[in-house]
Nanobody, 123 residues
Framework: QVQLVESGGGLVQPGGSLRLSCAAS????????MGWYRQGPGKQRELVAG???????NYADSVKGRFTISRDNAKNTAYLQMNSLKAEDTAVYYC?????????????????WGQGTQVTVSS
């Protein structure tokens, strides 16, 4: 069974930092792109940051210069280092990964989501 598990969320004061982790497990041949998304109260889910298997990254304008996405391919884990956090960063953060594996229907890529982790920025 393939799954993604996020960790590292919590309550932090404005200006503080948090590091989120997203660990993939299961019978995976390889992981292509990975990404972090967030959904704030009353808002649609949005892309925060993405990273390819080769390490190319992209960020939402709102987090550029404050957040850093990285991955450890040996551990099948992605990270999101969040610095200078603001109240508007408050949201549930989700990890997404594109898994390449042998599924019951054959070899191919499937998209998986984690269960989400709450990040609250408040004084």
């Amino acid at each position: 069974q393939v799954q993604l598990v996020e960790s590292g969320g919590g309550l932090v004061q404005p200006g503080g930092s948090l590091r989120l982790s997203c660990a993939a497990s299961g019978s995976i041949f390889s992981i292509n792109a990975m990404g972090w998304y967030r959904q704030g109260p009353g808002k649609q889910r949005e892309l925060v940051a993405g990273i390819t298997s080769g390490g190319n990254t992209n960020y939402a304008d709102s987090v550029k210069g404050r957040f850093t996405i990285s991955r450890d391919n040996a551990k099948n884990t992605a990270y999101l280092q969040m610095n200078s956090l603001k109240a508007e960063d408050t949201a549930v953060y989700y990890c997404k990964a594109d898994f390449y594996a042998r599924w019951p229907t054959g070899w191919g890529t499937r998209e998986y989501w984690g269960q989400g982790t709450q990040v609250t920025v408040s004084s």
